[in-house]
């Protein structure tokens, strides 16, 4: 998997430990597929000032994200339990367009 830590993350020592500490996890809830995703971490600041880590994982079909608290990411079951789900995201709405597609050309053919 392809990963990269905007400056943000990878210039604060915490974050950045949190990040490398989870990053196996995604591997591992990715799958085989990892080997083709991108997983981008950036963070911000929530309205109390703590730092959320945002995750975007992209590959050829679309991208999905999540937000994480550096406390989610330490949490192993925690951790990998959200990346199952943005996986599952990411693979949801590929499945959706590829079906809006087929429909499309399905009513076009239709049509003629």
Known sequence: METV???????????????????PLLTHAIGKAADQVKA?????L?????????LTISDWRGAAQ??????????ADKAQW???H???DLLDKAITQR?????????EGQAN
């Open 5 to 23: 830590m905007e400056p943000n993350v990878a210039q604060a020592p915490e974050l950045r430990a949190a990040v490398s500490a989870a990053t």
């Open 86 to 88: 943005l996986w599952s």
């Open 40 to 44: 981008e971490w950036s963070s911000r």
């Open 46 to 54: 929530d309205e109390r000032g703590r730092p959320v880590v945002r």
């Open 99 to 107: 079906l809006t597609n087929l429909r499309a050309i399905d009513a």
């Open 66 to 75: 999540a937000e994480l608290s550096q406390e989610e990411l330490l949490n």
């Open 82 to 84: 959200r990346f199952y």
